[in-house]
C-alpha cells in the first residue's frame, strides 16, 4: 500500500514535471509573435545633467527602433535599414558586418529583445549621452539556411548617443564583459 | 502510518532530484570539454590571436563580431589564426566550429590604448563673469575607435590672457572625463587643453563683455536737431561691449516721445534725433540704463 501511494504521487509529480517542460518549450513560440524590442530605461541616477522626461521617451522611442533595424538589416543582409539610425563607428561596425555577411553568406538574427538601459552620464548641454544597455536575446547565425549557432545570449552594452535633426542616433554601441 | 508513507516518498523524491542534478551537471561538464575551441580569454583591438582546435578532420570556422563576419574552411586540431585587422572592433565575437556537428565560443576584443581624444567644450562664445559657463567633456578612443573604458586621467589645462593657468586633474569613468567652470573677468580667447598621456586636444572659447554696464551720454544741439552719444560701453568687468550692441536713446520733448536704436561702433553708440524744444535724452542698452540729459531749445 505504500509502494502504491508512492507511485501514485510519484507519478503526479512527474506529470507537473512533464506540464511545466511543455510550457516552457512552447512558451518560446508564444512569446514571439511580439518581437519588436523591449526598451526600459532608468535615468534615476545621470548626472551632471537630467535627463528631461520627454528625452527619455524619445531615447528609449529612438533606441527600440534602432535595435529593430539592426536586427532587420543582418537577417536581409542590407544596410538601408541602418540608414539615419546609427553615425560614426556605430554605422561603420554594422555596415561592415552587413558587407562582410554578404561575402560569407551568412546572415544573424537578434530575437526577443529586452534592453535594460541605464542613464549613466548626460553632458552638461545634452550633446551626449551615455547609457549601459543590459541586453538579452536570442541570437541566432545562420549559413544559408542551416542555423550554424543559437544561443540566449545576455550582452552588456555602452552606448552614446548624441542628439540628431529628429531623433537621438547610437554613436557607439560595444559590447563588455560586465560594467 | 501516514507520516511514515510520506517520509518515504520524501526521501524518495529527494533522491530522485539529487540524480538529475547530478546528471545536468555531468552532462554540462561533458558538453564543456567537447567544445572543440579554445578561445582567447584576453584579446584586444588590432592584435592577432590564434583560437585552438580539437580533433581531426575537415571543418568550417565562423566568425562573427561587432563588425565582420568570416567563413573559413579549416582542420580540426589546427590553430585558427585571425589577423589584427579582423578584429579591430572591441566587443564580442561568436566563434563557431563546424563538423559533424557545430560548437560556439563567445570572447571579448578589449579596446587598445587611447590614441585620439575627443573633446567637447561649449560654449564657442561665452560672457565674462558666467558662473559655470563653460563645460568639456572628453572622451578616449583607441586607432580603430573603440571607446577606452579603463580609467585614465586627464589634465584640463585653462589659459587666459593676463592670468595664471589653470589646471585640474580628472579621471575617467566609463570612457568619459569632464569639467565645468565659470568664465574668467577679462574679455578674450581662453585655451582650453585637455591631455591623456602624450596625447593633447585644444580648444578656444572666446570670452566677451557681458551686458553693458553703467552707461552715460553725452549730447549737443546741431544744425539737424541733437546729436547723442555714449561714452565707451563697457560691462561691469570693464570689458568693451562688442560692437553692434544695440543702445536705444529715448527723448522726451513735451509730451512727445521719440526712439532711435544705434549700435554701438567702436565702443560708442551715436545717433541724431529731431527735438525743436527743450528735450530730456535718456537711454538704456539691456537692463541698463543711463543718465538724463537735459537739453535747451534751438534758438
Known amino acids: ?179 | 502510518m501516514s507520516s511514515l508513507i510520506n517520509t518515504a516518498c520524501k526521501s524518495h523524491r529527494v533522491h530522485a532530484a539529487l540524480v538529475t542534478v547530478a546528471l545536468i551537471c555531468l552532462a554540462m561538464v561533458a558538453g564543456a570539454q567537447d567544445v572543440p575551441l579554445h578561445v582567447p580569454s584576453n584579446a584586444v583591438a588590432g592584435q592577432a590571436v590564434s583560437i585552438a582546435t580539437k580533433g581531426n578532420g575537415p571543418a568550417t570556422f565562423y566568425l562573427r563580431g561587432p563588425s565582420i563576419s568570416l567563413k573559413r574552411d579549416t582542420e580540426l586540431g589546427q590553430n585558427i589564426d585571425l589577423s589584427a585587422k579582423e578584429l579591430q572592433t572591441s566587443g564580442d565575437y561568436v566563434a563557431v566550429l563546424c563538423a559533424s556537428t557545430c560548437s560556439s565560443a563567445r570572447f571579448f576584443v578589449a579596446p587598445g590604448k587611447p590614441a585620439v581624444l575627443t573633446f567637447l567644450v561649449h560654449p564657442s562664445r561665452a560672457p565674462v563673469g558666467l558662473n559655470d559657463g563653460i563645460n568639456g567633456v572628453v572622451l578616449p578612443f583607441d586607432q580603430f575607435h573603440n571607446l577606452v573604458l579603463a580609467p585614465a586621467t586627464v589634465q584640463f589645462e585653462l589659459t587666459a590672457k593676463g592670468s595664471a593657468p589653470t589646471s585640474r586633474d580628472v579621471q575617467t569613468h566609463d570612457g568619459i572625463a569632464w569639467f565645468r567652470t565659470s568664465s574668467g573677468k577679462s574679455a578674450g580667447a581662453l585655451q582650453i587643453s585637455a591631455s591623456l598621456s602624450d596625447l593633447v586636444a585644444r580648444r578656444v572659447v572666446q570670452q566677451v563683455a557681458s551686458d553693458p554696464c553703467n552707461l552715460r551720454i553725452k549730447g549737443q544741439r546741431t544744425a539737424r536737431g541733437i546729436l547723442v552719444e555714449t561714452e565707451p560701453v563697457r560691462d561691469c568687468s570693464g570689458n568693451p561691449v562688442p560692437d553692434g550692441t544695440i543702445v536705444t536713446f529715448t527723448a522726451k520733448d513735451g509730451h512727445e516721445v521719440s526712439f532711435v536704436d544705434a549700435p554701438v561702433k567702436h565702443d560708442i553708440a551715436r545717433a541724431t534725433m529731431v527735438a525743436k524744444g527743450p528735450v530730456v535724452v535718456s537711454a538704456a542698452s539691456g537692463v541698463a540704463t543711463g543718465n538724463e540729459l537735459r537739453l535747451g531749445g534751438s534758438e
Request: proline share 4%; aromatic share 8%; net charge negative.
Open chain 1, 1 to 179: 500500500m505504500k509502494k502504491d501511494l508512492c507511485n501514485t504521487e510519484h507519478h503526479a509529480w512527474l506529470r507537473v514535471f512533464a506540464l511545466i517542460v511543455l510550457v516552457l518549450l512552447s512558451s518560446s513560440t508564444l512569446f514571439a509573435v511580439d518581437n519588436s524590442p523591449q526598451v526600459t530605461l532608468d535615468a534615476s541616477n545621470t548626472g551632471p545633467r537630467s535627463v528631461e522626461t520627454l528625452t527619455q521617451r524619445a531615447i528609449v522611442r529612438d533606441y527600440k527602433f534602432a535595435w529593430a533595424n539592426l536586427d532587420v538589416a543582418l537577417e536581409s543582409n542590407s544596410a538601408g535599414p541602418l540608414n539615419g539610425l546609427f553615425a560614426g563607428p556605430a554605422n561603420d561596425c554594422l555596415r561592415g558586418t552587413v558587407s562582410s555577411q554578404q561575402r560569407s553568406g551568412m546572415t544573424s538574427r537578434y530575437l526577443n529583445q529586452r534592453h535594460k538601459l541605464e542613464a549613466i552620464f548626460y553632458a552638461p548641454v545634452g550633446d551626449v549621452i551615455e547609457l549601459h544597455d543590459t541586453a538579452e536575446y536570442d541570437f541566432e547565425i545562420h549559413d544559408g539556411g542551416k542555423t550554424i549557432h543559437n544561443e540566449h545570449a545576455i550582452v552588456h552594452y555602452v552606448v552614446l548617443m548624441t542628439p540628431g535633426a529628429d531623433r537621438w542616433v547610437i554613436r557607439q554601441l560595444q559590447a563588455v564583459p560586465q560594467f
